[in-house]
Structure formats: structure tokens, C-alpha cells
């Protein structure tokens, strides 16, 4: 017969059966393993996890019976050593069911690369040396119990399995070759309910918002004063078989008919137009003469060249001091097209997001216009479907970061400035982080200084800049990877 104990058989360290009466009995439990890693070259490369490192949270759930405290985790996280004894708390953490964190650095086995050769590339005489750095948690799924019968009823409770007729529920784990092992019956258990419990206790489930307010303007250089003159030409209401030099028919098999039509002409371009919508108007006419409204539309006098060089210079001040609006937040909108509202997990159960926001300006060549964009964001968690309601929040490693470009009219060129560098930042459900606004470009100025003739008739147009066709000048960069719920 076998020795038993504690509703035990009891092994030896070799796996051979022994009687132990003085064993320590343990207890039973639904554990859940999280395992994060990093490979690295020491010396060259840092050991610390980052953000992409966290892009995928698998979880393993298993069963073990637990004496002294200590399990071997070594076949259930990849692990390249020998075994991995971990100490697990008896008494979970009452929030979180975490009983062991463990960080683990070894020297990676399979590591075959070298440094540095002999000179035939022989023998390595410098081994590279590779290195894995482990980041576990251990988390307990309910109560420890010592007593198997009261355990098994608890672990099949999830997957319907009811006990035989003397009260005997199917076995948890089976001796395989020195090893225990979970059976077929703890196995399609753990699959089908467990599994998922422990996903949706420790997999966060999250909502992210990412808000974009933006603030921008057009100024425009109108090219055309509609000037409604009057055209008249006879056509044939029929068949026409000749017709002069007007296109007017003379020779109609039908009845001719005089029609009049009105249309726009001449053109003009001398003004610069602000955010010309229905909501708001700001005009400038830059370059002297006279600009007045009438019959719905914009028209203008136009001036000589001194007139339009003194007006430009001033209305540049002019539209300058519009632009200061960029700098308080009430003139922002929320941008709806650019916002988004991201699921994690997400796509394949990955834990890791990215957005962005930028500044830029632009111009349209053929229709002279001129336009720039501000913006910020906002950054806010909500609770996911599957939140537990105990959880207040997220921990997130986040990297997020202002890149200032090299585009000639940005303010300051190539600048990277960190707000978060590959951190672990705890974000509470519903409280929202203002992120800066993008802001590294130049007011409004003359290029291309010059003067009129002594008679103010001839001189080269004004050059406005900054311009450029979509030139980005800044970009606010955020990335991050959601680790774990806070509670």
C-alpha cells in the first residue's frame, strides 16, 4: 500500500514512495502565473523591461499542493535554468491574491553568440554573454485549503462537476514520471472556467481616451473682386444654320430667343482673410486701398505697390496677435475625427497603445492659402467591461514625449523632451492627464524684404512665412503598455 498523509501520497526527492509521517502536510490551491521577460547583452544593452516588453500578458493557470511554502516554477514560464524555487505567501493579498513577486536575472544557456574571434573564426575567445531578466508575480484564485475533499469540491464548483456516488470527485493530479501533473478532468477545468477567471480578475479590461482639442486658422490671400457685368447673345430655340462672329444665330429654323446673363470678373488679389466662416470673421486688409462688402461679397480697391508693402507689414502684426488665441485653452474644440477611444486588451490581446498629436502649418500654392493647426491632448481611463468593481485604476508603463522638428520655421529644431520615460505611472479610473500643446512655430513674418520704386509702381509681392506644404513642427508621442488593475 501506499503511505499517505494529509490525503497525500508521499514522495521523496528522488520520486520514490516513502512513508513520512513527519512531512509537513501543506495545502491546495488555484494558482495564477504572470510572467514578463526580457533578453539582454550585459554591458551593452539595460536590464530593465520596457514598455514593448509588456505588449502581451499571458497568464497560467495551474493547480498546486504546496509544502514548505515553496513551488518550482521553472516548467511553467519558459524558464532556461535548472528550477525556479519561489516562496509563495500563505495569506494572499486581500485586493490584489498576490502571494509572491519575484524578480529573477541568469545568464541565458542557449546564448551562443562571441564577441570575439581568433583570426581565423575558429575559436571563440569572448563569449558574448546573454542574459534573461524574469519579472513574476504569483496570484492565489480563493482560499488555501487543507483539506483535499473541501479543495476539490471548491475547483470543480466552477466546471458543473458533481462527485461520484460515494461522494469522490475526479482526481487533480496524477504522478507522470516522477512528476505531478494535472488530469484530463483538472485540465478541461482549468481550460474551460479557471482560465477565464483568471483573466478577467488579472488581465485589466480598460477603456483609453485619447481627446484631441485643436485650435487653427486659415488666412487667405483673395485672388478674385467679382464685378457683375452683363452678356447678351440671341440662340435658337430650334434648328440654327448660321451664326456671326458672337455666336449669335442669324439663320434660325425655330424662334429666336434674346437671353441675358450676368457673371464675375476681374481679378484682384491685395487682402489677407482670417478664418473667413459663418461662426467667425476677422478681415485685414493689408496693403492700403479700400476693402468694403457689398452684394455679399468682399470687394477692394486696389493700392500701389508702397501702399501694399506699409499695409502688409501691418496687418502681419495684426494677424500675429490673432494667433496668440492658440495659447488659451477656451478657444479649443474637441477634435471628434482625430480623438479616439481604444479597447485593451485590444487586437489579439495586446495590452499596448500609441497616439499622437501634433502642430503644422501649410499653404496652397494655386489658391494663396496659408493655414495652421494647434493641438493638445487629454489622456483618461475608464473601466473596461470585465473591471472588477474593486479595481480604481490601472498601473501602465508609458513612455510619452514632445519632438520638436527641424522644419526652418520651428522654433527649436530636433528637441525631444520627455514627460514619461518607459515609467510605471498608476492612473485612476475617470481622472483625466492634460497633455502639452504642440506650439514649436514661428508667428507670421516677411521673407523677402524689399522696397517699391521711387513712384510706388513696380515692386515684387510680399512673401509670408512660415508656409510649406504640411510641415509638421511638433509631435507629441504617447505609448504604453496597461501591466495590472490598482485597487
Request: aromatic letters at 16%; proline letters at 4%.
Given at each position: ?255 429666336l430667343v434674346r437671353s441675358c446673363e450676368t457673371y464675375c470678373d476681374h481679378p484682384i488679389h491685395d487682402s489677407i482673410l482670417v478664418n473667413f466662416t459663418n461662426e467667425e470673421q476677422e478681415y485685414y486688409y493689408t496693403i492700403g486701398g479700400r476693402a468694403y462688402f457689398e452684394d455679399n461679397v468682399w470687394k477692394y480697391e486696389s493700392p500701389d505697390c508702397c501702399e501694399f508693402w506699409s499695409g502688409t507689414r501691418s496687418a502681419v502684426g495684426q494677424v500675429n496677435s490673432y494667433e496668440e488665441r ?162
Amino acid at each position: 500500500m501506499f503511505w499517505t498523509k494529509c490525503d497525500k501520497i508521499m514522495l521523496n526527492s528522488s520520486g520514490s514512495l516513502e512513508r513520512c509521517d513527519d512531512c509537513p502536510c501543506g495545502y491546495w490551491g488555484i494558482f495564477v502565473i504572470e510572467v514578463y521577460s526580457k533578453s539582454y547583452k550585459k554591458g551593452e544593452q539595460d536590464s530593465r523591461l520596457t514598455r514593448d516588453n509588456y505588449c502581451y500578458k499571458n497568464l497560467t493557470t495551474t493547480v498546486f499542493q504546496v509544502t514548505d511554502n515553496t513551488v518550482d516554477l521553472a516548467s511553467y514560464i519558459d524558464y532556461r535554468g535548472e528550477k525556479l524555487c519561489v516562496k509563495l505567501s500563505r495569506t494572499a493579498d486581500p485586493a490584489t491574491g498576490i502571494v509572491a513577486s519575484v524578480d529573477k536575472d541568469i545568464k541565458d544557456p542557449a546564448s551562443s553568440d562571441c564577441d570575439e574571434w581568433n583570426d581565423d573564426y575558429t575559436v571563440c575567445l569572448k563569449p558574448a554573454e546573454w542574459r534573461i531578466h524574469y519579472e513574476i508575480k504569483v496570484y492565489r484564485i480563493g482560499d488555501a485549503y487543507d483539506d483535499y475533499t473541501k479543495f476539490a469540491r471548491y475547483f470543480y464548483s466552477g466546471c458543473s462537476v458533481s462527485p461520484d456516488a460515494s461522494g469522490q470527485y475526479p482526481a487533480i493530479l496524477e504522478l507522470n514520471y516522477g512528476r505531478w501533473t494535472m488530469t484530463g478532468s483538472a485540465q478541461n477545468c482549468i481550460y474551460n472556467y479557471w482560465q477565464q477567471e483568471a483573466d478577467r480578475r488579472y488581465k485589466p479590461s480598460c477603456i483609453i481616451n485619447y481627446d484631441i482639442y485643436t485650435w487653427s486658422f486659415n488666412l487667405w490671400y483673395p485672388s478674385v473682386e467679382c464685378v457683375e457685368e452683363e452678356y447678351c447673345y440671341n440662340y435658337c430655340n430650334g434648328d440654327c444654320k448660321a451664326y456671326d462672329d458672337e455666336m449669335n444665330c442669324t439663320d434660325c429654323d425655330g424662334e429666336l430667343v434674346r437671353s441675358c446673363e450676368t457673371y464675375c470678373d476681374h481679378p484682384i488679389h491685395d487682402s489677407i482673410l482670417v478664418n473667413f466662416t459663418n461662426e467667425e470673421q476677422e478681415y485685414y486688409y493689408t496693403i492700403g486701398g479700400r476693402a468694403y462688402f457689398e452684394d455679399n461679397v468682399w470687394k477692394y480697391e486696389s493700392p500701389d505697390c508702397c501702399e501694399f508693402w506699409s499695409g502688409t507689414r501691418s496687418a502681419v502684426g495684426q494677424v500675429n496677435s490673432y494667433e496668440e488665441r492658440r495659447t488659451r485653452p477656451e478657444h479649443y474644440n474637441l477634435d471628434d475625427s482625430a480623438s479616439v477611444a481604444a479597447n485593451i486588451p485590444g487586437s489579439w490581446g495586446n495590452m499596448c497603445w500609441s497616439g499622437e498629436h501634433e502642430a503644422y502649418h501649410g499653404n496652397h500654392p494655386t489658391y494663396s492659402q496659408f493655414w495652421k493647426k494647434f493641438q493638445f491632448a487629454k489622456l483618461k481611463f475608464e473601466r473596461g467591461e470585465n473591471t472588477p468593481p474593486g479595481a480604481s485604476g490601472v498601473q501602465v508603463m508609458i513612455t510619452a514625449y514632445s519632438h520638436k522638428t527641424d522644419d526652418e520655421d520651428a522654433i527649436e529644431k530636433n528637441v525631444d523632451t520627455y514627460m514619461y520615460e518607459n515609467e510605471t505611472v498608476t492612473f485612476k479610473f475617470g481622472e483625466e492627464k492634460e497633455l502639452p500643446r504642440c506650439d514649436n512655430m514661428r508667428t507670421y513674418y516677411i521673407k523677402n524684404e524689399q522696397d517699391c520704386s521711387e513712384d510706388c509702381e513696380e515692386g515684387g509681392r510680399p512673401d509670408l512665412y512660415p508656409q510649406g506644404w504640411h510641415s509638421t513642427t511638433e509631435k507629441f508621442y504617447v505609448s504604453l503598455a496597461v501591466i495590472r488593475y490598482v485597487y
